[in-house]
Each structure stands twice: as C-alpha cells, then as structure tokens.
C-alpha cells in the first residue's frame, strides 16, 4: 500500500529536544520531495520547508528553528528541534509530491499527523 | 501570514453549488498554473483534489472542479453533499529563494 506514516503523538516539556518522523512505503521515496506542514490549535495549514535528498528549502520563518532531514535507506523524513517552546504545539503533517512528473508541483499524499503538545 | 487569501467560510445547501477563491499576487497565482487544492477533515489527512488549476486526480469526484483567472483561482463543488462539509485550502507555486509554495489560510465549508 502506498502510504505515509508518521510517528505517534508527543508530550514535551519546554525546553526538551524531539524528532518526529514520516516513514513511506509503498513507492520509490527517492522520486518525490517530503514537505511538512504545521496545523497550530485553530489555524490553518503552514508549510514548514520542503525537502529531496540533500536538497532542503525552508519557510524563513522556520529557518533555524527546526531542521528537515531524509533517510533514504529506510524511506523516512525527519523533523527535529533542539528546544521546543509552547508556541510548537500543533498537529504536524507530511506530504510528498513528485521530483518530476505530472504532479510535480502538487501534494498528493499526506501522513495521518503527529500531534506535539508542549507545556511550559 | 499567508501570501494566498480565501474567504473564511463559504456555506450552502445540499445539491447547491459553492465556488471558493483564492487569491494570489504576480509571484504565485498569476505566474503560474500550479494552484491546488486540499480538502481537510478534521483529524484526518487531508486530500488532494485539484492540481495544476484545474486537473482532478484519479478517483476524485467530477462534482469538483477548478479554474483561474490572473491572481484568482477558484474552486467549484456542484451537488453539496454532507461529507462535502471540510476546510479546504489553496496551494500554489511561488517564485521564493526559500520556500517554493504557500498555502492559503483556509476556507471552513458547511453544507447546511
């Protein structure tokens, strides 16, 4: 089956480090880009940055804040931060889209989401 | 702040038509034909239902369409049905040196 399965739910306390991440199956990971969004509480979808092997494009306003990794050998992205805050907690979803192709500049497949809850 | 603006909930009864905008500037709606669309139910994944303005992916309703025109494009959903109730969002291709798409805020649909 085709799919993208992200890890479970996360309780941090302020300050802590974590990473979560978006495994695929199903398809050749290496032929598409793995973007991720963030849903904070109310809000609507943001995209977070976007990445192909070593290629990594960030939304500036996450730039430093969190980093977007790949493993290509087990299909998996990673996003991580050093420090979270309260202001991270949101649902948190990945999606790929094609490196070329007919949908290469559209999402067509989406994780079920990892929700982070950050408390102070 | 999202670059892409849509209306903050659009409503209508079941087997009407409603029809969402989403509005861009010169650096993404208007530069380029790679608009799509996302239904979201809550709690769920959220889908793919037009790309590139106006193509629908396989298996996605014919009730749904798309179209453009210069920095707005829209979304069609004909025949409201119940499940049809969502927030759907606007996506587009963006000239950026960073991030190359931005979403649109959301549009809240409810099928009264």
């Known amino acids: 089956e085709v799919q993208l399965v992200q890890s479970g739910a996360e309780v941090k306390k302020s300050g802590e480090s974590l990473r979560i991440s978006c495994q695929g199956s199903g398809f050749r990971f290496n032929k598409y880009w793995i973007g991720w969004a963030r849903q904070s509480p109310g809000k609507g979808l943001e995209w977070m940055g976007i990445i192909h092997d070593s290629d990594i494009r960030y939304k500036s306003s996450f730039q430093g804040h969190v980093t977007i990794s790949a493993d290509s050998s087990t299909s998996t992205s990673y996003l991580q931060w050093t420090s979270v805050k309260p202001s991270d907690t949101a649902m948190y979803y990945c999606?790929?889209?094609?490196?070329?192709?007919?949908?290469?500049?559209?999402?067509?497949?989406w994780g079920q989401g990892t929700m982070v809850t950050v408390s102070s | 702040q999202s670059a892409l603006t849509q209306p903050a909930s659009v409503s209508g009864s079941p087997g009407q038509s409603i029809t969402i905008s989403c509005t861009g500037t010169s650096s993404d709606v208007a530069a380029y034909d790679y608009v799509s669309w996302y239904q979201h139910h809550p709690g769920k994944a959220p889908k793919l239902i037009i790309f590139d303005v106006s193509k629908r992916p396989s298996g996605v309703s014919d009730r749904v369409s798309g179209y453009k025109s210069a920095d707005t494009a829209f979304l069609t959903i004909s025949g409201l049905q119940a499940d049809d109730e969502a927030d759907y969002y606007c996506n587009s291709y963006t000239v950026s040196s960073t991030s190359p798409y931005v979403l649109g805020p959301g549009t809240k649909v409810t099928v009264l």
């Open positions: 999606a790929r889209k094609e490196w070329y192709g007919e949908l290469q500049y559209a999402f067509d497949l």
